[in-house]
């Protein structure tokens, strides 16, 4: 198992980053009955921990033993039948699913299984009615009309069923959403907080960490904690003992990115341009998505950038982003907006060098 | 004309019996119709429907196609009856009958087509006619060849000129999406084209062709012609109609003609091409002996075509005849029906003269001459399509006027220098675009692949331009798939703005054109990495899902997770294969469909035209 699943903590109260988040978690949900929350932040903060921490506060241990499932919903819209296949993790007192995987269908999922959890609501042991927890992943990738259908079943089955919604960035959540839900902002852990984790991790796995290795690992973590996590996994499969500056390896799409970076700036010519698509397909095949490929892209071009061009290139960037997930095919936007650095980078150099 | 009137409102409830009775009994015509009336009511009814409701949206194209054959024949169903009893009061008699139908050669002389096939043609069935009681197993024969060539006349004049009768199947008329809602409170169970065939195919394998309807049916020797095979859609259905045909390939015992239109090109981007191909290879492969037919020659079909002149009695030069026939492509049935309409003209004097001027330009290729079509003076002859390849040629060598810059411009507004292109050296690209008939998507792919081969090295500020403008196209394109269209019109008008802005962003922006040299058409990569896209990403989640007890997005999952795996040397344990390979299979039939459809045009390369 991975340190990062082997490490989570499984209760609130042993989570190490956001304490007070998970205090007052505990608070809540042992003294009443949990509204619908939705929780956002930067990835690798530890939304996801602490979900899983509150679900087993809130029914015991039974939340661990899950299953995946490959299911899929026969959904009845209007003339005929949509079949939608979703992946999903539950146990039996919770679904967790992305409902963002099953694209413009995304709606008649969330309805459906909202529907189909109504209907067979668990009795807890005190004879009342309980209730089951539903974990949507990625509701900010979710379309409008999914949101909106969202809405309209946590007001209807708000008795048998309690949302927890989970998201990056709270502001592609429609406001009726967010108003009636809780929201819990879990931001990007402290590098010293890092650090602390580090540590334990260390000493739990009986390692030798020199002074400063964890902090130089939390500063290339970019404040995710996972990624620190795993990072230190992969120095320790590399070299241990740890040496004091021991090379903490890349990740190989950004050392690729830069590769490419460095390529554009080298020639700009329609061979060049020809090249550098052969590599985005790279990239893509391998599936990282397009939105991230241009952003470290841009990260990359603007280091090595003349400060006088940087405004006009990033302005490029977010034109070609917009474009990008309005349209169909990302490479047709990443070409173009390297088209366009390439052909204003280029004019840069005449005009400074001749 | 009381008729004619009748016919009209037939056309309008064509759609609808209950309303066409309302309306019709009320006129006074006393010829009772129920005779022939209920008669296609009664096909449409038991008749095939759009397929299951998945694929509605398909079927919405069904319906359209659907209703347009069951319109157009009942359309000539009531026309038939029409004239064919009014023949003596209207008094047009014979001379409106169609040309095609009326000179319809009867006798193998007669034939325009090239006498070694029609030989072909007829000793086959001799030897089938005479092998017929014993257990040989060629009885059929598979002739391939464009449209109106003389495919069906071949067979009819054969098997007349061997005494023998020919059985067609004749395709039932298709059922309407309405009308199949209507009918299905009522019980009646639906059959779709294929069915029917197979139900037929199973009744002549079991029984032979022992039909009351044929008189004498013992003595003589019965032919038996498929012209009209079900439309296919999709691998399944393809995969039936080979079965089926298959099957009555090795049990038939007559002889047999199946008929399959070959519309030709074969890197055309319509993918139902693809099954007809495959079934003819398939029927071959059962036995049956293809005879191919060529486009006919322009001196046969003058022959035919004179002869037709003069059994009508009317003066057509000859250089006219020539004109016709050249412009047919081969279609001897549209070169008729062009003579036709072409002797109905009042004033054949003037137009001749103009012809005349510009026929020698037909003679370069089909681009001119669709030029030639397109100008006021004549319309008839086959608008010839060209190639995918063709046009994307055009539109990426991008010839351009040197001779007479702005020539074409001058009296339009002053452009600044860098807006300012030379003349075109072809046609309006949608034009092109239309006669290449290919879709809109696979167009903006090929050109995005292969445009920057065509770009000066110099000029990558012209990359960026076609690059903007493909990425605009794109854009349209998008536009259509996250609404669920309905209108059909909408969807097509925004089809071809995009593939009109990708063509022309390419005109447009390649300014600095490499000078024209060899260059091969590549096939979109762009095709595979998706493919591939597709396959990881199944993969990796289900991968994932399973070792980690908690759901990642997806992002997470490769941007992190997956490199660090690979500095780890984590071997995930690969108990996910049940499901996993269940939706990777279904990924690729899907997309195998897709690339299916393209995989022999990749082959094809363009020179320097």
């Known amino acids: 198992m991975l340190w990062v699943d082997k490490y989570r903590p499984k209760t609130l109260d042993k989570v190490i980053v956001h304490e007070d988040v998970a205090q007052n978690l505990k608070k809540l949900v042992t003294e009443q009955d949990c509204p619908h929350l939705l929780f956002y932040g930067p990835s690798g903060s530890g939304k996801k921990t602490l979900i899983m921490a509150l679900l087993r506060q809130m029914f015991g241990p039974s939340t661990d033993k899950v299953k995946v499932e490959n299911k899929t919903w ?50 807890d042991t005190k004879g009342k009615k309980g209730f089951k927890v539903l974990v949507l992943n990625e509701v900010d990738k979710l379309s409008r009309e999914a949101q909106h259908s969202l809405r309209r079943t946590m007001e209807k089955y708000s008795a048998s069923c309690r949302l927890i919604l989970c998201c990056n960035s709270s502001s592609k959540v429609t406001e009726a959403v967010r108003s009636r839900c809780l929201n819990i902002r879990i931001s990007a852990p402290a590098e010293d907080k890092i650090v602390k984790v580090l540590e334990f991790i260390g000493k739990k796995e009986g390692l030798q960490l020199p002074s400063g290795f964890a902090a130089r690992i939390a500063e290339k973590s970019n404040r995710s904690l996972r990624r620190a996590i795993l990072l230190l996994e992969t120095c320790r499969v590399q070299q241990y003992p740890f040496t004091h500056n021991q090379a903490i390896p890349p990740m190989d799409w950004e050392e690729y990115v830069s590769e490419i970076a460095s390529d554009i700036m080298k020639e700009q010519s329609p061979k060049r341009l020809f090249q550098v698509r052969g590599k985005l397909y790279e990239l893509l095949s391998n599936c990282i998505p397009p939105e991230i490929i241009l952003k470290r892209l841009l990260k990359e071009l603007l280091r090595k950038l003349d400060s006088e061009l940087k405004h006009e290139v990033s302005y490029w960037a977010a034109y070609y982003e917009h474009r990008m997930r309005l349209g169909q095919k990302a490479i047709f936007h990443l070409e173009a907006f390297v088209a366009k650095f390439m052909s204003i980078y280029k004019s840069f150099l005449i005009a400074t060098f001749g | ?163 023998a009768i020919v059985y067609e199947w004749n395709t039932p008329t298709p059922t309407i999406w309405h009308e199949h809602l209507h009918n299905s409170g009522s019980g009646l169970r639906y059959m779709s084209k294929l069915d029917e065939f197979e139900h037929f195919v199973e009744r002549i394998r079991k029984y032979g062709l022992i039909l009351s309807s044929l008189v004498g049916g013992s003595r003589t020797s019965v032919i038996l012609l498929i012209d009209d095979l079900p439309l296919v859609h999709g691998k399944a259905a393809c995969g039936r109609l080979k079965r089926c045909l298959n099957l009555l390939v090795q049990s038939v015992c007559v002889p047999t003609a199946i008929l399959i239109t070959d519309y030709g090109k074969a890197d055309s981007t319509d993918y139902t091409m693809h099954y007809w191909e495959e079934i003819q290879l398939s029927l071959q492969d059962a036995g049956a002996c293809k005879v191919s037919f060529n486009p006919i020659t322009v001196n046969s079909m003058k ?160 990359a960026w331009v076609v690059q903007s403008y493909l990425s605009d196209s794109d854009l349209l394109l998008a536009s259509l ?81 997956k490199p660090m795996l690979k500095w780890i040397g984590y071997r ?34 363009i020179e320097d035209w």
């Open chain 1, 74 to 123: 026969k959904v009845d819209a209007g003339s005929r039948t949509i079949d939608v296949e979703l992946t999903t993790l539950s146990s039996s007192h919770h679904v967790e699913m992305n409902p963002a995987n099953a694209g413009f269908q995304d709606r008649y999922v969330v309805q459906e299984i909202i529907k189909e959890m109504a209907k067979n609501r668990p009795i």
């Open chain 2, 1 to 163: 004309m009381g008729r004619g009137k009748r016919n009209a409102t037939l056309v309008i409830s064509s759609s609808d019996d209950e309303d066409f009775l309302v309306k019709s009994s009320s006129k006074p015509a006393s010829v009772p119709r129920t005779n022939y009336k209920k008669r296609p009511k009664k096909a449409a009814l038991s008749n095939s429907c759009p397929r299951s409701r998945t694929q509605s949206k398909i079927s919405d194209f069904d319906e359209a196609r659907l209703f347009l054959t069951a319109f157009i024949k009942r359309f000539c169903e009531e026309l038939d009856s029409g004239t064919t009893r009014f023949k003596v009061s209207t008094g047009c008699g014979s001379s409106k009958d169609l040309w095609v139908d009326k000179h319809k050669p009867h006798s193998l002389e007669e034939l325009s087509v090239h006498k070694k096939k029609v030989e072909e043609v007829k000793t086959l069935f001799e030897e089938s006619l005479i092998t017929s009681k014993g257990k040989s197993s060629n009885h059929v024969i598979l002739i391939v060849g464009p449209a109106g060539v003389g495919k069906s006349v071949t067979v009819h004049a054969v098997a007349s000129h061997l005494g």
């Open chain 2, 303 to 462: 022959k035919a075509l004179s002869r037709i002149c003069k059994a009508e009695q009317r003066e057509v030069s000859a250089e006219q005849i020539e004109l016709i026939a050249k412009a047919s492509g081969g279609d001897i049935r549209n070169a008729i029906t062009s003579l036709q309409y072409f002797c109905l003209k009042p004033h054949q004097g003037p137009s001749l003269s103009s012809y005349d001027g510009i026929s020698p330009c037909v003679k370069e290729g089909s681009d001119e001459m669709v030029h030639f079509f397109s100008g006021p003076s004549l319309s008839f002859g086959r608008d010839d399509t060209i190639s995918l390849f063709h046009a994307l040629g055009k539109f990426l060598h991008n010839k351009r006027d040197p001779d007479n810059p702005t020539a074409a411009d001058r009296d339009s507004i002053v452009l600044k220098e860098k807006f300012l292109r030379l003349p075109l050296k072809m046609d309006a690209p949608e034009i092109i675009l239309c006669q290449a008939h290919g879709q809109t998507r696979p167009i903006v792919d090929f050109l995005h692949e292969n445009v920057l081969d065509f770009i000066s090295e110099e000029a990558i500020d012209d």
């Open chain 2, 481 to 561: 798939n996250r609404v669920l269209c309905r209108n059909y019109e909408a969807e097509n008008s925004v089809q071809s703005a995009a593939a009109s802005v990708a063509v022309r962003g390419t005109l447009f922006g390649n300014a600095h054109q490499v000078p024209s040299r060899w260059h091969a058409v590549r096939r979109p990569k762009l095709w595979e990495i998706e493919k591939s896209l597709w396959r990881n990403k199944h993969q990796m989640a289900n991968e994932r899902c399973v070792t980690s007890l908690t759901m990642h997005d997806h992002t997470v999952n490769v941007t992190e997770f």
């Open chain 2, 572 to 605: 995930t344990p690969k108990n996910s294969g049940a499901y996993e390979a269940s939706s990777d299979d279904m990924v690729e039939d899907e997309l195998e469909r897709l690339v299916l459809t393209k995989e022999d045009t990749s082959e094809d390369e």
